[in-house]
Each structure stands twice: as C-alpha cells, then as structure tokens.
C-alpha cells in the first residue's frame, strides 16, 4: 500500500487488534484480516456491482483488544441482496475516538480499493460513536464518500459529553447536593448514591425535586415526545457515569465538555421557575484547545458544513444519544446553507440503536434512491412539536407506545 491517508492527523495509543473470522451470506464471500492496528472484515456480494459501504461501529469500551464487527443484519442483507460491497474496521484504539475512527475507515477503502479496485460509489454509515465518524467524514473529506447513513448518531460531536455533563450538574443543582469532583471517583460515588439520588427519589416515583430534574432534563434533550419517560427511567443511573468515572476532568473527551451554553429549564410550578436553574447550575468551561476541529476531530463540534447526501434515524426516547443531537446538527446544516442534505427520521422508541429490519432497509434504499437517482426522500421536522412525533417512519410501532405525549 502507498502512504495511508488521513483526515486528521491523530495519534491513536497501542491497541491490539484482534481478527475474528465470520461467515458470508450465501453467495457472498468473506474476507478478514488486520491493517495497521485495526481489524478489518470485508464482505463482497456475488455479483458486485461497483458500490461500497464503510461501516463505523460505536463505542467499544476503554480495553487494549480493538475488534470490527459486521453492520446491523437488516443492512448488510440488504447490501448482499442488491450487490453492494461491506467493509468494516476496528478503530485503532478504544473508546471515544471519532477522529481516530474516522482515519481508520478511510484507510481500510484505501485497502479495499487496492484489492478489489475503486468503488464507483462510497456510502459510509455508523452507528451512536460511528455517527459522529459520518458526519466528520462528509464535512472534512467529501471527494471520498458519495452519501451517509447515521442511526442513533452522535452528530453533533463532542456535544453529546456535554449533554452527560450538563445531566449531572443539573442534577447536583436541584437535589441541593454539590458532588465533591475534586475528591475522586469514589467519593462522588459515594456522594452520589446517599445524597443526591435519595433527594430526587427513584425515576419511577420522583419526589418533587426528581420531577423538576426529569423536566429539565426533557426540555434539555428536545422537549415532550413520544417514549421519553421510558428513556428516562433507563439512563436515570446510567448518565452518571461520565462524573463518576473521571470527576477530576482529566480524560481529554471530558476536558472538553461544557456547560457553558445549555439552557437548563424546569417546567413551571416544580419549583425551579424562571432562570433558577440556569443561574444556580454549576458552569464549566471546556479546554479550547480540544475543541479545536483540526487537531481534536474527536473532541470537537461538528459543522455542518455537508456536500454529499445525509440521513439519519433517531429513536425518540433515546437517552443514551437524545434527540437534541439531532436538533442541534439541523441548525448547523441551516446555518451553513446545507440543510438541504440532510433528511432526519424519528422512530418512536426508548432504545439506543434498536431499529427494526424495515426501518434500516427502508434508510438505505431511500438513500440509495437520493444519491444515485437524486430523489430526496421524506424525513421529520425535528425542530418542530414532537409530541406524537416519528409515526411516519416507525415500523412496527413498538409494544406500550404512549400515544401522543405532551
């Protein structure tokens, strides 16, 4: 191979990564290997037809052993049944880690287009973390990829570990509990677990100060929506753990994150109306050095700034990646006069990721259809009410879905 390439020049820590062979579709043939410090597989379908889809998984956790691993089922039939190629890397190197991702996807098309020659069309699609790599991919290198696929992405980039940040700092606030930060992990577990929890009661019964932090927490992540209180009782504990696992803010991702402009609003009549919770929150500033695009695409906002064709699905109770993502990656678009690539969908759902077989065939057909036909599909008005939001694109309607909710 010549020189790989890159979108930003980062270094990723030693990583060791691990090749797990995998079984073709019928017809289809499997390749896999490792490159560098990633593993890759590659799946080409028995009559290519000269498209290629680079998948980007999420997180894979913080461990030295850096694995890929295939695109959702329902895609990577599809991809097999209509003669597209697959190819999926390893990151080379853990945890949250878009730029780095974002380096590796490109070099394993390099890979790819040396073995089996140049796509005619590249299409590069990613799930939660793998988001966040589309978007970075089609601001900063759009000569190399024909069209994106998000599903439950993190698109506006570091933004989402300012939303956990911003979670836990609402919470200290309401519950009148200041987590002891400088003091380590396990005193603000600690802090945690018989102070501030207690104050707001169980997500399943608040007390009254639990119902003015779930409000500002619904209003913070894209107002009233189908399947929120359901998202809500799942992350309750969960979106603690970026503060209980680095308080002191010494990890760069958490260097990086600020509250410095979220608006944090409680509904009226819990309490906190007004400003209240705005002028009382703890603020914090980021280190602007890491949210500096060219040297930290990981830890930096994205742009907006798209040239090729983007969709995305978003489950809408989602609380792992909320919504808000979403809203915030629209503006973007609009403001840099792209709006016009990117189509949204909501899926009615409380899950992170969780798409039905349709959903997912139905997304890459329509952006199929879009790229290579230039038929714009329909998408949702995510900036708009989304009280009985995503009807059009969920298919089925899942089991207890709440109806309108406002």
Known sequence: ?????????????????????????PGARAYYGTLEQTAYRIEMPPDWNGGLLLWAHGIHGFAPEV??????????????ARGYAWAASSFSQNGFVPGIAANDTLLLKQYFT??????????VAGNSMGGNVVTLALENFPDEFDGGLSFCGVVAGEEWVDYLLAWAMAAEFIAGVELPLE????????????????????????????????????????????????????????????????????????RAASTAGIDFRADPGLGFDGDAVNQGVRRFAADMDLRDPARHPETSPTTGKIRDPLLTLHETGDLTVPLSMEQSYRRKTVAAGTGDLLVQRLIRSSS?????????????????????????PAGDDVSGDLSDSGRAFTSPLRPNDPGTTR
């Open 1 to 25: 191979m010549s020189g790989p390439p890159r979108l930003f020049d980062v270094t990723p820590t030693a990583a060791t990564p691990v090749s797990v062979p995998f079984d073709p579709l």
């Open 67 to 80: 694995r890929s691993e295939n695109p959702p089922p329902a895609l990577r039939s599809a991809l097999i």
């Open 114 to 123: 040396e073995r089996f020659g140049r796509p005619e069309r590249t299409y």
């Open 183 to 254: 003091e380590g992990p396990a005193r603000v577990t600690e802090a945690l677990e018989t102070q501030l929890l207690p104050a707001l009661g169980p997500a399943e019964a608040p007390t009254p100060k639990g119902e003015a932090f779930r409000s500002v927490i619904r209003n913070m992540t894209g107002g009233a929506r189908p399947f929120f209180a359901e998202g809500f009782r799942q992350l309750f504990r969960p979106n603690f753990g970026l503060i209980t696992g680095d308080p002191r803010r010494d990890l760069p991702m958490t």
């Open 352 to 376: 992170h990721c969780e798409f039905s077989d349709e959903e997912v065939a139905r997304a890459w057909d329509d952006l199929v259809a879009w790229v290579e036909g230039g038929t714009r």
